[in-house]
C-alpha cells in the first residue's frame, strides 16, 4: 500500500494521529499535491482532514513563497501568507478538483497580494493594469471574525488544544506573541504558525456553518 493509500485510509478511518504523520511527510515531495487533493476532498464532510489541509498548507511553505515571490516587504509576506491561509481553508469547497491544489491557491494568494497592495496605495501606487489581473477581495482576520460571529466560540472550542489556546490568548485576550510564547514554552516562530493555522480552522469551520465569509 502506498502513501496515498495509507493516508486515504487513515482518514476513513478517523485515524488523525496517522493521517497527520503520513500527510506531513509529504509536504517536501512531489507527492504533496496529491495529498492536499486528497485532504480537499475529505475536507467535504470531515473537519479533521480541514485541520490536516491547514497544517500540511502552512507546514510546505507554498503559500510563503508564493507570497515572498511578488512582495519584498518581510512584514507583509506575513500577513498576506496568513490571509491567504485563511481564505484557502474557508473556501476549500470551491475547489473543484480540475487542476492542483497549489495552483489553486496560487491564485488565492494573488488576490491577497493585490488585497494588500491596494490597501498600500497611498506610499505605494499600483497601476489599473496590475489591478485588474486578479479580482481582489479582503481576507477575513479574527479580530473582526470574532466582533461580528456569535459561533467563533464553538469553532475555537472545537480546536485542537495545540492551536486553541495560542489562539485564544492572542485575539481574545489580546496577549504579545513573546508573552504567548513564554506561558506555553513554545518558541515565537512556533507560536505564530500555531496561530495562522488555528486562525485558518477557524474560519474554515465557520464556512462549514453557512457563515459566507465573503473570500
Known amino acids: ?14 485515524d488523525v494521529r496517522t493521517a497527520r504523520r503520513l500527510s506531513l511527510g509529504m509536504t517536501g515531495t512531489d507527492r504533496l499535491d ?8 475529505q475536507s467535504r464532510q470531515d473537519p479533521a482532514a ?7 498548507l502552512d507546514a510546505s511553505g507554498v503559500i510563503r513563497r508564493f507570497a515572498r515571490a511578488a512582495l519584498l516587504d518581510h512584514a507583509a ?4 501568507s496568513q490571509d491567504a491561509l485563511i481564505s484557502a481553508a474557508a473556501s476549500i469547497g470551491s475547489y473543484d478538483g480540475r487542476g492542483k491544489v497549489t495552483t489553486w491557491v496560487h491564485s488565492i494568494v494573488r488576490r491577497r497580494v493585490v488585497d494588500h497592495l ?3 496605495r497611498a506610499t505605494a501606487p499600483l497601476t489599473d493594469e496590475a489591478i485588474e489581473t486578479v479580482e481582489a477581495a479582503p481576507g477575513p482576520r479574527m479580530s473582526s471574525l470574532i466582533a461580528t460571529r456569535a459561533s467563533v466560540q464553538a469553532a475555537l472550542e472545537a480546536l485542537p488544544e495545540l492551536y486553541r489556546l495560542p489562539v485564544v490568548m492572542r485575539d481574545l485576550e489580546g496577549q504579545a506573541y513573546a508573552d ?6 513554545r518558541p ?3 507560536v505564530k504558525a500555531q496561530i495562522s493555522r488555528g486562525r485558518a480552522m477557524v474560519a474554515a469551520r465557520l464556512r462549514g456553518e453557512g457563515g459566507g465569509l465573503g473570500l
Request: aromatic residues 0%; glycine residues 6%.
Open 1 to 14: 500500500m502506498g502513501e496515498l493509500e495509507e493516508l486515504e485510509a487513515a482518514l476513513r478511518a478517523a
Open 34 to 41: 496529491d495529498a492536499l487533493a486528497l485532504l480537499a476532498r
Open 50 to 56: 480541514v485541520d490536516l489541509l491547514v497544517e500540511v
Open 77 to 80: 509576506v506575513d500577513d498576506v
Open 118 to 120: 491596494r490597501r498600500q
Open 180 to 185: 504567548i510564547s513564554q506561558a506555553l514554552g
Open 188 to 190: 515565537t516562530g512556533t
